[in-house]
Nanobody, 123 residues
Framework: QVQLVESGGGLVQAGGSLRLSCAAS????????MGWFRQAPGKERDFVAAINWSGRSTDYADSVKGRFTISRDNKNTMDLQMNNLKPEDTAVYYCAASASVYLSSKDYGYDYWGQGTQVTVSS
């Protein structure tokens, strides 16, 4: 079983930055794709970014391209650097890991999920 724990969320003003981290335990994820999703109040969970097992391939939602950067250490940690944050980025951010090496922008492409970390961007 894999446990994922997110950290780094908080309150920031618009235009500011935050760095989210995801730490995995239970087994190595060196052959697993990983991703970030977010869910705002009253809305469905949306794709944010994903990275394949090697870290050489990434994908981003259009809404965060050019502002967010996903990275990983090819083992059990993954980060999401978020710059130029906007109020519409406010959400609970979830870390996810897949049993597959291939990244996915769909939540059903992931097998393990963290509990989430709150990101609030004030205007």
């Amino acid at each position: 079983q894999v446990q994922l724990v997110e950290s780094g969320g908080g309150l920031v003003q618009a235009g500011g930055s935050l760095r989210l981290s995801c730490a995995a335990s239970g087994r190595t994820l060196s052959r697993s794709a990983m991703g970030w999703f977010r869910q705002a109040p009253g809305k469905e969970r949306d794709f944010v970014a994903a990275i394949n097992w090697s870290g050489r391939s990434t994908d981003y939602a259009d809404s965060v391209k050019g502002r967010f950067t996903i990275s990983r250490d090819n083992k059990n940690t993954m980060d999401l650097q978020m710059n130029n944050l906007k109020p519409e980025d406010t959400a609970v951010y979830y870390c996810a890991a897949s049993a597959s090496v291939y990244l996915s922008s769909k939540d059903y492409g992931y097998d393990y999920w963290g509990q989430g970390t709150q990101v609030t961007v004030s205007s």
